[in-house]
């Protein structure tokens, strides 16, 4: 499902060479959910911006789905992420003038799916995290849970082969983070693949299975 | 898609209604400027041509500057007339003399002129009759004149009353036998005529014999012969006189109303395209506003465009986005401006009796074309600087 292969992600600044990435090597299955852990600067984010195709790597393979994502275009990069990659970020990253509604309805819009079908599969994710009755609600007028389960329900509405989490807890206190981890064990149950960045080991525990980064070296625990 | 970008622009403009609005002045004052100047321009011209063309009979009036000693006398104008393609001939003397009745004095025009005259400057006459052969046979004093002498020299109720009335013209008597219509003016016709009040119609003949007038003719108006054109007219009654004059062509000079048209026509085309441009720089400058505002409005929105490109927009998308919201700006801004105007033209219409002034359709879509191409061009920089964004740069954005 996904399978990076020797990926190296480099900045050069000046003659000096710096490897966010060093010849990263990891792979997830198929209905997996996978945790990586990482203190900060350990090269996590990048690992993350490639897997969900927002940044290219310099060096190496990466497969998703089977298909090598090097070759790609910008515009063909932006419909696989369209498609096949529903984001969860630390931030939320709603955005501000738009409804909860018109929020998960974004990335349909942006698929083309007809009115008809976009209504139903919109009214779907969010009852599936409880939202439904606060579709018109803007993102400021919601709690940081509420705005979180928004986002985890636009990631829904795509029904992505992989959901892609960035500290989905992190700007949350524990009890509402315990509730979006619920979540996300639901929609791993429901055979989805999940994969989410994390530094803290109590919520990485939750996962399946652990990959562990530091100084941009990826190490699979099984 | 098409819809759904319409939606996001209007959702954007209406996010920012202050800002949206003052970057739409600029456009507005733009296409307001624009078509008031325009309209007001063609209509001003459109009636100046209205009232030319309904005023002037279609004739040629010639006027002879130097007559080589062989001056021209109506028996020369009779000779003339009917043959070929030229129709009427009259002479037409013109003068200013004090015209008198009870002890009221006013400045008239008098025109010497024969019975064709009135047929020639397709003369209407309101009451009684214009000058006639045997006025001219018998040198008889007649007068035909225009209401207003009948009304402010004569002082009597009705024209009608006028008739058979005396008139003192130059100290000779004069017994009134036609008055002429009334038309009604607006205000562009009594500008250009206001100069010809009191006007008075005598006979050629009668000229002679009261007021020293010489024989010989130094000005006269034709017509066309019926089914002929006035400009066959022109070039036969050119190549008979210049015959008359051996060759010289400065000698007279012939002037129809045409060329006066096409002369005022320029000078209010050129008018209209001068007022135009100035107004159009009004609205390049309203597009670099929007320019401005869009640019902020990218920089300030770049997280929400990290947003958009993370879950999927492409920068096609982007671009149509931004482009649409500039676009919007224009045409509502050109909405605005048109509904302005109007009110503006319909206020001056009022305003001014006689006149209407007109938002012409053509005007109407100039400035609709003009001003989505101004949104189009001024949106596409903009636009693009989003487009071009990377999505991950664009996220880490606060």
Known sequence: ?222 | MLLESLKMAWVSVRGNKMRSFLTMLGIIIGVFSLTVLVSVVSSVSDSINGAVSRLAAPTVEVLIINDKGHPLTMDDLSAMENTGSIGSVSPESQFSLPIKSGYITKDAQVYCVAPMYQEIQAIKIGSGRFIKEPDMENHTQVVVVSADVTREVMKVARPQDAIGGHVTLGGYDFVVVGVIAEEKSDAVEELLYFSQSYNCYIPWNCAIRSFNQAQHINRFAISAAPGKSLADAQNELGAKLLERFDGDEEAFHLLNIDDALTSINTITATLSLLMGSVAGISLLVGGIGIMNIMLVSVTERTREIGIRKAIGATRSTILQQFLMESLMISLMGCAVGLLLSWGVLSLASSAVPNMSFRLSPGVMMLSAGFSSFIGLVFGLYPANKAAKMKPIDALRAV
């Open chain 1, 1 to 222: 499902m996904i399978i990076l292969k020797d990926v190296s992600k480099i900045y050069r600044m000046g003659d000096n060479e710096f490897y966010a990435l060093d010849h990263a090597n990891m792979h997830v299955q198929e209905h997996e959910f996978v945790s990586i852990i990482g203190p900060s600067g350990s090269g996590k984010s990048t690992l993350m911006n490639i897997i969900g195709c927002l940044d290219e790597a310099t060096e190496g393979e990466y497969f998703l789905d089977g298909q090598e994502i090097r070759s790609y275009s910008q515009t063909q990069l932006a419909r696989i992420r369209n498609k096949k990659i529903g984001f969860i970020f630390q931030s939320f990253n709603l955005i501000g003038r738009m409804s909860a509604w018109e929020n998960v309805e974004l990335p349909l819009i942006y698929q083309r799916v007809p009115v008809r079908e976009r209504r139903e599969r919109v009214a779907q994710s969010l009852e599936r995290v409880g939202l439904y009755e606060r579709r018109e609600h803007q993102p400021n007028e919601l709690s940081g849970g509420q705005q979180q389960r928004v986002a985890i329900a636009r990631a829904i509405a795509v029904e992505p082969t992989l959901f892609l989490a960035d500290e989905p807890t992190g700007n949350l206190d524990s009890h509402t983070g315990e509730e979006i981890m619920g979540i996300f064990r639901e929609l791993h149950e429901a055979g989805n693949t999940i994969v989410l960045i994390t530094h803290d080991s109590g919520i990485a525990s939750q996962a399946q299975r652990r990959i562990n980064i530091m100084d941009g070296h990826v190490t699979e625990v099984d």
